[in-house]
């Protein structure tokens, strides 16, 4: 496996959880990390990504301020702290290897996890 999800579940609105996912490797020296999300009748969307070089982030307007993407090189792993969680954040959530910043272009996929969020 390239890329292990781990974290999801389900929490009531106005909760928290945290995503992480691990690599086994890079997959490409100018590449980033970060999470996209889809849920039943939508089209996967991309939620946050965090370039492995220089930590900078980029978040889909939907999560500003809401959720934190952060990246642990040493264990080439990436984390996605999820606050304030409404019924619309429910979704299977995937990790993804891509091309800086924002993952238009993806290498690798780990396996979904879903996020439940009740009213």
């Known amino acids: 496996v390239q890329l292990q999800a781990s974290g999801g579940g389900s929490v009531q609105a106005g909760g928290s959880l945290k995503l992480s996912c691990t690599a086994a490797r890079r997959a490409h020296r100018n590449d980033a990390m970060g999470w996209f999300r889809q849920s039943p009748g939508r089209e996967r969307e991309f939620i946050a990504a965090?370039?492995?070089?220089?930590?900078?982030?980029v978040y889909a307007e939907p999560v500003k301020g809401r959720f934190t993407i952060s990246r642990d090189n040493s264990k080439l792993a990436v984390h996605l702290q999820m606050n304030d969680l409404r019924p619309d954040d429910t979704a299977v959530y995937y990790c993804?290897?891509?091309?800086?910043?924002?993952?238009?272009?993806?290498?690798?996929w780990g396996q979904g996890t879903l996020v439940t969020v009740s009213s």
């Open positions: 965090v370039d492995w070089n220089d930590g900078s982030t």
């Open positions: 993804a290897q891509g091309r800086a910043p924002n993952l238009d272009r993806t290498y690798m």
